[in-house]
């Protein structure tokens, strides 16, 4: 994130579902759980009751995330999407050195089958070791079927 120059904001929802935004400093915050997605931006994006990181002027720059959470038996799915179809060639860089490095690291794996075993994920990457001993789950609100491994 460092070398590309990349923010990372939480989305937090209420129980109305209206959205709040906080910026995070990855080698100082704690993360907190309770988020329901997040954006990575190759630009400072200015946080307000108008933030929304699908507008023109900001979408270009991000990558959405979710998932990624996990507990003592059970570990999400994480999800990266650029959300723009012609993103800035920053925020494109990060997201392919991200995708490149866990690819190359031999602490992960790809492929995975969807709870069923009929739909199979082959560029779907997890972690050996917290795939070995949690549950695994598209997304933690719809807890149907579990993932399985190739």
């Not at 989305?11 to 997605?37: C, H, I, N, P, T």
Request: aromatic share 14%; net charge negative; hydrophobic share 40%.
């Amino acid at each position: 994130m460092e070398k590309y120059q990349v923010h990372l904001y939480l989305e937090k929802r209420d129980a109305a579902l209206q959205a709040e935004y906080v910026k995070l400093d990855v080698f100082a915050d704690q993360l907190d759980m309770d988020y329901s997605q997040f954006f990575f931006s190759a630009q400072e994006v200015t946080l307000n009751d108008d933030t929304n990181f699908y507008a023109d002027d900001v979408f270009d720059y991000c990558i959405e995330g979710k998932g990624g959470r996990q507990t003592d038996t059970d570990v999400e799915l994480l999800a990266l999407r650029l959300i723009s179809k012609n993103p800035m060639p920053t925020i494109k860089s990060f997201f392919n050195a991200v995708h490149n490095r866990l690819k190359k690291d031999k602490d992960f794996d790809a492929g995975i089958y969807s709870g069923s075993g009929v739909a199979f994920y082959k560029n779907i990457l997890y972690l050996k070791s917290a795939a070995q001993d949690k549950v695994m789950w598209f997304d933690f609100k719809r807890k149907d079927k579990p993932i399985t491994l190739e």
